[in-house]
């Protein structure tokens, strides 16, 4: 078994030294519509094409149809949609307190599944860090990350979590939410960012075996991810 999962589109692989690493949690934060659930959905869908199973808890409502469309682009010759999507448990959740329970019933699947997606860990603490300033919202999701870190180290799983953007006031540039909190608790981080005509570049900012710094540019299509080289994925067999 390969110590990394892949994200479906090969530029992000390499850049992640391989994919999202087993046994440990990767961020990938990012201003609205940088690709953040593209990138997740990527990552899950292929996972299932390659006949394994992954659990997508989602705050934001996933769209079906682009879910449609991504399983389209991963599915080999052999297989359907609804082949891929069989192998995704969804988990909708509509509150942050359903968030904290999804994550802790991610126990119960974490034998059968190569991935746990979380997108967003931080829309719901969003709304409520205005209330109490953050504090205990904030160790609350901290504790849900850790949560799923002890998974992926005991079940060797990946665990992907999507985290959003605040501008900072003083450096007037825009970071992760959490800060240092979730920051510590993420294996791999990943920013992503999109640019006039639609350009995307994945940043890596902190991995166990890779400088920090290094980027590459992609976009996103009907099928998912591509790098800027063009070229498509390739398919499952
Ligand atoms: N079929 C497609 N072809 C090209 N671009 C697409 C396609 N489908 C979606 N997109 C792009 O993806 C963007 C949304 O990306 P995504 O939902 O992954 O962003 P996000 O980073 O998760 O944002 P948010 O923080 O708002 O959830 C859209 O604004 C659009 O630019």
Request: hydrophobic share 35%.
């Amino acid at each position: 078994m390969s110590d990394h999962v892949s994200t479906g589109c090969d530029p992000l692989d390499e850049l992640l030294g391989g994919g999202l690493e087993r046994g440990a949690v990767t961020q990938v934060y990012g201003p609205p519509a940088a690709g953040k659930t593209n990138l997740a959905l990527s990552a899950a869908l292929d996972v299932a094409a390659g006949g394994d199973a992954a659990l997508y808890i989602d705050t934001e409502g996933l769209s079906p149809d682009r879910m449609e469309q991504i399983a389209r682009g991963r599915a080999g010759p052999n297989q359907t949609v609804d082949d891929l999507a069989g192998r995704l448990i969804v988990s909708e959740v509509f509150d942050y307190d359903e968030q904290t329970e999804a994550v802790q019933d991610t126990a119960e699947f974490a034998a059968e599944i190569e991935l746990v997606v979380l997108d967003s860990a931080t829309g719901f603490y969003r709304l409520r860090r205005d209330d109490d300033d953050g504090g205990e919202t904030l160790r609350d999701v901290a504790r849900q990350i850790t949560h799923l870190l002890s998974l992926a180290r005991k079940h060797d799983l990946a665990v992907l979590f999507t985290n959003q953007v605040f501008t900072d006031p003083d450096s007037d540039r825009s970071t992760a939410l959490g800060g240092h909190t979730l920051n510590h608790w993420s294996g791999a981080i990943l920013r992503l960012d999109r640019f006039r005509g639609g350009n995307r570049r994945a940043t890596l900012e902190k991995h166990r075996a890779k400088p920090a710094g290094d980027t590459v540019q992609f976009s996103i299509t009907d099928d998912g991810l591509v790098g800027d080289d063009g070229q498509q994925p390739p398919r499952r067999d």
